[in-house]
């Protein structure tokens, strides 16, 4: 690559800390990638660079960088190996896994399950459980459960970000409120992180182990830091905590402070402007030429942002690559950038819609040269807010067949088909219905009135085809009833209930078979539809999985989630990123940030919309006014305009920017400032432009996955799509998490070997008691999984013997790019092996992969699908560690981990419960070439949108998580198929009555 003299400065620094000032376009992402790969060729180990990125898209972007250029550099040793290039976030959660055992039984709370934890939590009861938000629901504008939640939310976050002392801001019910969030979330049984808990307990965790913390700085050579201005006050304490204030290891920030658009996260653009004054031997390297943008856009962009009180000044330029190696200005074409006005919103859409259809196919020229027609993944609609804003444009463009991806729309609940599902659980909870109104408040039907929407919904949904002619609310209503009588069974004591009913029900399940009754097995349903159900089974999932035990007095907490956070932030479900790889994207400035499109289109520039009318508002808290600084959070003039300049400079070359004009709402000064003689006067003819054959962009055709979801495709088409596209979820049951606990476990007893410990069946049976910890789970079930996981793990190390010795690394992350299909392949080995093969010719380390099982064999027929499983999963996981590691796969094994042999029929027959899988290179060449020919499929199924029940004539539907509603179901048993007797549920907790067997235990009803 042909760098600039700053890039080529930027790469070679090497005597102190830097700071790379990049302005939009400028490269900065192929300036890092050629920072750690200079490093690499002078022989930095690999594992001691460290990439701290914003999120995990620009992660894998720059991983991807980083490798090419490493390849250029040292052919011959082209794997990253264990650099590390991801959030702060994960990072901070390796370490504290690898170094902290105690942290592997914690997971990760996403704002979702948060929100969902709190809302199940929400009233204080007097025997002490519960949190307490009816205490602070008063304090509120609206005083409605969800704007309580909400704004406790963003008192949490302040809490963090400035270190507030609970026990001193005068408040003893906010204070109450919150020590209980956090002994719930943080604290047995739950054990949950949410992201601020990580950075805290990241912190602490180093800051109380100093022989630690001295391990990992001797250990980390050089940190990078990317988007630095976007870091809030908890990162920059931890990024000066592993870096010695700057002293060793040596730092590397990259930003820009007129990109810095976090403040109302607590994000502090002071970090990178007083970079300098902070940390000692500071080099300073400014990036201003940009080579994404002409230079109408950038001048426009420019001059928009120079408006900013405090920024550090820059003179960016618009550059483009000579033939000759030499830089020239890129300069735009007259009537590249448009405006325009329109009297109302769907006006504005249509416009949008015809310059969508029109600038297809035309001739775009690539930075390298090369030049090719526009798709739709070459453009981009941004908007302030997508909720209130989004849909008309994405209604247009699907009235006109053109693929489109929307993100933050918030609107799931807009949709009637989630609206009727909602409202069934309003029945089966015996709680009032939340129906929102036109005015934007909320109606609460009652049961009468619900049961009559439910009538009306299913009418309508079946009259406008987004159900088929099998629903009938009659028989909707009729199931409900007697499902609410179960629930009512379940809901007594057990010497009243009914036999084999037990107190415990899963959300899912019931949410399945209500699809089941609504005809989802008979009828075929339109996508939409599909895509919004879905949706709401992640979210039925995100509330099962900070629940311990559900019982049916939970379902009116469930109601409660549904009712007020969830129908205000969840989105609509829909084609998502990977099924619609070329798409136009409708989505936030905030998150298009790092992203960029030859084609943006920036509608809704009026007034109170952008800027924001809320720009000089603080967050909504409980905090006393007095305990806390707002400043940090108000984005003010200078906030929006820095949001004003991401947004421009996200585009290449064809930037439109429009405004609705009309009484009371008008153009503002944004729209207004924007002067140049390459723009079109308002009203002007758009000029006509030489079209060839529309070509997708090469990045829209990456397709990441992982082995499993690979699997599921080749189990059953459908089931792929209902699992990984649609994100329908199977649920939660009681042995959920059995598998990963004991996974944990293993890998803490292979760092002991690693570190040269002894390991014992002692030491396994002490590590069970103290790690082995189900979230949902309790009682009998537990015990018995407790010893079967005990016993499993006994067998194994006895069986292992002195071969742990042989322990080289314990779940060894990988990425695999298949250029072949053009497919991105995450995955995890169990456990790398030093292996002894001199029969192997290599200059690369000889090591062995092991994948472990935790199943439970009993039939030939059982074990033969491990076996091909093993076969298929270990040998793609061999072709990705040749790949991603200086290593060479030379042995594989799968190895089951039972509480008990295998029966006595299968040893006799000479099966083993340590699998032998061959991953020579021939059995890689065809392990890859397979990879191939599956993702080709994948992506002919995904441009048809066409997934076939293929799992009904390959037998796979009996044990399908979705038999319950999937037509191919019905077409599996026809076709003589044995029909399931249990539910998936109830299937797992038959699994546990098996796993008692095998313990000698027995479950009890």
Request: net charge negative; hydrophobic share 40%.
């Amino acid at each position: 690559m042909q760098l600039t003299d700053a890039q080529r400065e930027a790469v070679t620094f090497d005597s102190g800390n830097l700071l790379i000032l990049a302005c939009a376009g400028s490269g900065k992402t192929e300036t890092l990638a050629c920072r750690a790969a200079r490093m690499v060729q002078d022989g930095v180990p690999r594992g001691s660079i460290v990439a701290f990125t914003f999120t995990e898209h620009a992660a894998t972007e720059l991983k991807h960088r980083i490798r090419r250029r490493v390849e250029e550099a040292i052919p011959e040793e082209p794997a990253l190996g264990d650099m590390y290039v991801g959030t702060i976030h994960a990072y901070c959660l390796q370490i504290l896994r690898k170094r902290d055992p105690r942290c592997r039984i914690f997971e990760v709370m996403d704002e979702t399950r948060q929100a969902a934890l709190i809302a199940a939590n929400f009233v204080r009861f007097p025997g002490g459980d519960g949190i307490g938000l009816d205490r602070l629901r008063t304090r509120t504008r609206s005083r409605t459960y969800g704007e309580t939640l909400s704004t406790f939310l963003a008192t949490l976050n302040v809490i963090h970000q400035q270190q507030i002392d609970i026990d001193n801001i005068g408040d003893t019910v906010l204070a109450s409120a919150v020590r209980r969030y956090r002994e719930i979330a943080h604290d047995h049984p739950n054990y949950f992180f949410d992201f601020n808990n990580i950075i805290d307990r990241m912190i602490d965790f180093l800051q109380s182990n100093s022989a630690v913390l001295g391990e990992i700085r001797a250990e980390l050579q050089h940190l990078f830091v990317d988007e630095y201005q976007d870091v809030d006050d908890r990162q920059e304490e931890l990024i000066r905590l592993l870096t010695d204030g700057g002293r060793n290891p040596s730092l590397t920030v990259v930003g820009d402070d007129d990109q810095a658009l976090y403040g109302f996260r607590g994000a502090k653009v002071d970090n990178i402007l007083d970079f300098e004054k902070k940390y000692p031997d500071v080099r300073v390297v400014r990036l201003e030429d940009n080579f994404r943008s002409t230079h109408a856009i950038v001048s426009i962009a420019d001059e928009a942002v120079r408006r900013v009180s405090k920024r550090i000044n820059k003179e960016p330029k618009a550059r483009i690559g000579a033939a000759d190696g030499s830089l020239q200005e890129r300069f735009a074409d007259p009537g590249d950038i448009l405006l325009e006005t329109f009297p109302s919103e769907e006006a504005e859409a249509q416009w949008v819609a015809d310059r969508i259809q029109v600038i297809r196919g035309t001739r775009f020229r690539e930075n390298d040269g090369t030049e090719r027609g526009l798709d739709y993944g070459d453009m981009a609609i941004l908007l302030r807010s997508v909720r209130s804003a989004g849909a008309p444009f994405a209604e247009a463009l699907r009235d006109r067949d053109i693929p489109v991806v929307v993100t933050g729309t918030g609107g799931l609940f807009d949709n009637e088909e989630v609206r009727l599902v909602q409202a069934a659980f309003s029945l089966l909870a015996r709680a009032d219905f939340a129906l929102p109104n036109e005015s934007g408040g909320i109606r609460l039907l009652s049961t009468a009135e619900t049961r009559e929407f439910v009538r009306r919904a299913v009418s309508a949904l079946r009259d406008n085809r987004r159900l088929g002619p099998s629903a009938n609310s009659t028989h909707l209503l009729s199931w409900l009833d007697r499902k609410r009588a179960e629930l009512g069974q379940r809901a007594v004591a057990r010497t009243e209930r009914s036999r084999g009913l037990g107190a415990r029900i899963y959300p899912q399940d019931i949410f399945q078979q209500m699809l089941r009754e609504l005809g989802a097995r008979a009828d075929s349903w339109p996508e939409s539809t599909m895509f919004n159900l879905g949706a709401f089974s992640n979210l039925l999932t995100q509330f099962e999985s900070v629940h311990q035990w559900i019982t049916p007095a939970r379902l009116k907490s469930l109601v409660l989630f549904l009712s007020n956070w969830a129908t205000r932030h969840v989105d609509e479900g829909g084609v998502s990123e990977l099924a619609a790889l070329n798409s136009v994207k409708i989505m936030t400035v905030h998150a298009a940030k790092g992203l960029e499109w030859p084609v943006v289109f920036l509608p809704r520039i009026s007034s109170r919309v952008f800027p924001s009318s809320l720009r000089t508002r603080p967050p909504e808290t409980f905090l006393p006014s007095e305990s806390y600084d707002p400043g940090p959070y108000v984005g003010g003039d200078d906030g929006e305009r820095r949001l004003w300049y991401v947004a421009l400079t996200r585009c290449a070359k064809f930037l439109h920017v429009s405004s609705l004009d009309r009484h009371g709402t008008r153009p503002t000064p944004y729209f207004r400032e924007i002067d140049h003689d390459c723009v079109f006067p308002l009203g002007s003819a758009p000029p006509e432009h030489a079209h060839i054959e529309a070509t997708p962009p090469a990045d829209s055709n990456l397709l990441r996955t992982t082995y499993s979801d690979l699997a599921a495709f080749r189990r059953c088409e459908r089931e792929y799509q209902l699992r990984a596209l649609m994100d329908f979820s199977p649920g939660v049951g009681e042995q959920f998490g059995y598998g990963q606990r004991i996974h944990d476990i293993l890998a803490e007893v292979h760092n002991m070997a690693i570190r040269g410990e002894t390991i014992t069946p002692d030491v396994i049976r002490r590590l069970v008691v103290q790690r082995f910890h189900l979230r949902y789970t309790r009682g009998k079930p537990f015990d018995i999984l407790q010893r079967a996981a005990s016993d499993a793990l006994v067998r194994y190390v006895e069986r292992a013997g002195d071969t742990l010795s042989r322990a080289r690394a314990a779940e060894k992350p990988f990425e695999l790019i298949d250029r072949e299909s053009g497919a991105l392949i995450v995955g995890v080995v169990d456990l790398l092996e030093r292996a002894d093969d001199s029969a192997l010719p290599s200059q690369r380390e000889i090591i062995g992969l092991v994948d472990f099982k935790a199943s439970r064999i009993r039939t030939m027929e059982e074990y033969e699908e491990t076996v091909d499983a093993a076969l298929e999963q270990l040998q793609l996981y061999a072709v990705g560690v040749s790949y991603a590691f200086d290593m060479e796969p030379a042995v594989a094994t799968a190895r089951i981990l039972s509480p008990r042999p295998l029966p006595d029929e299968l040893r006799t027959s000479g099966r083993d419960e340590w699998i032998k899988v061959a991953v020579d290179p021939e059995a890689q060449r065809e392990a890859a070439a397979k990879l191939s020919d599956t993702v080709g499929l994948l992506r002919e199924r995904l441009q048809k949108r066409d997934f076939p029940t293929s799992g009904a004539t390959r037998g796979k539907c009996g044990r399908c998580d979705f038999r319950t509603f999937c037509p191919g179901y019905e077409a599996f048993v026809t076709a003589g198929g044995s029909a399931a007797t249990n539910t998936p549920a109830e299937e797992v907790e038959h699994q546990t009555d098996l796993l008692a067997e095998d313990t000698d235990a027995r479950s009890t009803p």
